[in-house]
């Protein structure tokens, strides 16, 4: 049994070296027997731990603390602007919702719309841009005239990665 096995395994190991023998070669030659132009074809690759999401990029802008005028009640326009490539199937969702500040006094009332939520998906990993935009007004100036917060814009940015 021993020897069959020896055998066996000695035939494995002749045919392990004629595969070598036989691979493609890596290089093309052009010489003067054969000087037809060659064509070398460039490639990229992923890893196997690599997904095509794992190079898209975002960025979302918001708004810096806005001041409003005492007396003033002209509605303001929030945008937080979304600069965005991803790959085809990705999404980024932005929204943003408001409450009162704390300490806010309860003479000065406000409006506030959040808007749409705004989503955004990827096309062929391509530099796009989108906006969402939400207002705010202060409707009653009840209570003495300094400096308050009155309320808070909270952004929430979803993204989620196409699955590969």
């Known amino acids: ?42 490639k990229t690759d992923l890893t196997d731990k690599q ?31 979304i ?17 009162d500040a704390a300490g806010k006094p309860d003479g000065i009332t406000y409006t506030a719309n959040p808007g749409q939520a705004t989503t955004v998906t990827g096309v062929d990993y391509t530099l796009a841009t989108a906006s969402q935009a939400s207002t705010i007004a202060i409707t009653a100036f009840n209570a003495n005239p300094k400096a308050y917060d009155v309320a808070v814009a909270t952004y929430t940015v979803d993204y989620v990665a196409a699955q590969a």
Request: hydrophobic fraction near 45%.
């Open 1 to 42: 049994m021993k020897k069959v096995l020896a055998l066996v395994l000695a035939l494995c190991m002749v045919f392990a070296m004629g595969t070598v023998a036989f691979a493609a070669s890596s290089e093309q030659y052009i010489t003067k027997d054969d000087p037809t132009d060659k064509t070398v074809v460039i």
């Open 51 to 81: 997904k095509p999401s794992d190079f898209d990029k975002y960025t979302v802008t918001i708004p810096a603390d806005i001041t409003i005028d005492w007396n003033d009640t002209t509605e303001k326009t929030l945008t937080a602007d």
């Open 83 to 99: 600069a965005y490539t991803f790959v085809a199937g990705s999404t980024l969702t932005v929204s943003v919702s408001y409450a």
